[in-house]
């Protein structure tokens, strides 16, 4: 059975950082592209990031870049969000959700429980 | 970026209902086209991709069509456990606008 499970979230003031944490099990994590998606309370999703199947190749939301970086340890079957210089605009739940048929442009047909993220002093 | 545009934001239907949802890219993706539902406090749920292709272990009575730059969604006989919120998403690359608003269905 195909599992994601988020772990990282919490409370941060603005200007802070947070790593967010993916543990995948059931499928071979090293075979697919993974995604993070967010969604602010009462809002809809936004996408964020996304890493293809050996961290060699990554991308952004505008809204992120240069303040996110997204990688992985295949070895340890772990996607991570790292995440510097929060903002209030950065509160969510963040979700980590798999590329269907590990390819590069797909939609997504796993999601984990997601981890919710608070940025405010 | 490509946007995309849903409607309507909420659907109030009845259990038996047929219902249509519909979802429009500011230019064409031709059929690389998702639709998810998400219930309160839940992950999205893959439910069509390609436009049309019924996820696995997904009821028959959804369907998707369209190709281009506009989609539907369609439920027939609602049931249940089918009010939640349905979201589209295109794949003809990612942006923070590859998802739609959202359309709330909702119980009569």
């Known amino acids: 059975e195909v599992q994601l499970v988020e772990s990282g979230g919490g409370l941060v003031q603005p200007g802070g950082s947070l790593r967010l944490s993916c543990a995948a099990s059931?499928?071979?994590?090293?075979?697919?592209?993974m995604h993070w998606v967010r969604q602010a309370p009462g809002k809809g999703l936004v996408w964020v990031s996304r890493?293809?199947?050996?961290?060699?190749?990554?991308n952004y939301a505008d809204s992120v870049k240069g303040r996110f970086t997204i990688s992985r340890d295949n070895a340890k079957n772990t996607l991570f969000l790292q995440m510097n210089s929060l903002r209030a605009e950065d509160t969510a739940v963040y979700y980590c959700?798999?590329?269907?048929?590990?390819?590069?442009?797909?939609?997504?047909?796993?999601w984990g429980q997601g981890t919710l993220v608070a940025v405010s002093s | 970026d490509i946007q995309m545009t849903q409607s309507p934001s909420t659907l109030s239907a009845s259990v038996g209902d047929r219902v249509t949802i519909t979802c429009r890219a500011s230019?064409?993706?031709?059929?690389?086209l998702a639709w998810y539902q998400q219930k309160p406090g839940k992950a999205p749920k893959l439910l069509i991709y390609?436009?049309?292709t019924l996820e696995s272990g997904v009821p028959s009575r959804f369907s998707g069509s369209g190709s281009g730059t506009e989609f539907t969604l369609t439920i027939s006989n609602l049931q249940p456990d089918d009010f939640a919120t349905y979201y589209c998403?295109?794949?003809?690359?990612?942006?923070?606008?590859?998802f739609g608003q959202g359309t709330n269905l909702e119980i009569k």
């Open positions: 998403q295109h794949y003809y690359g990612y942006s923070r606008d590859s």
């Open positions: 230019q064409g993706i031709y059929t690389w």
């Open positions: 959700a798999r590329g269907r048929g590990g390819y590069s442009y797909v939609p997504f047909d796993y």
């Open positions: 059931g499928f071979s994590f090293s075979s697919y592209w």
């Open positions: 890493i293809n199947s050996d961290g060699s190749s990554t």
């Open positions: 390609k436009a049309s």
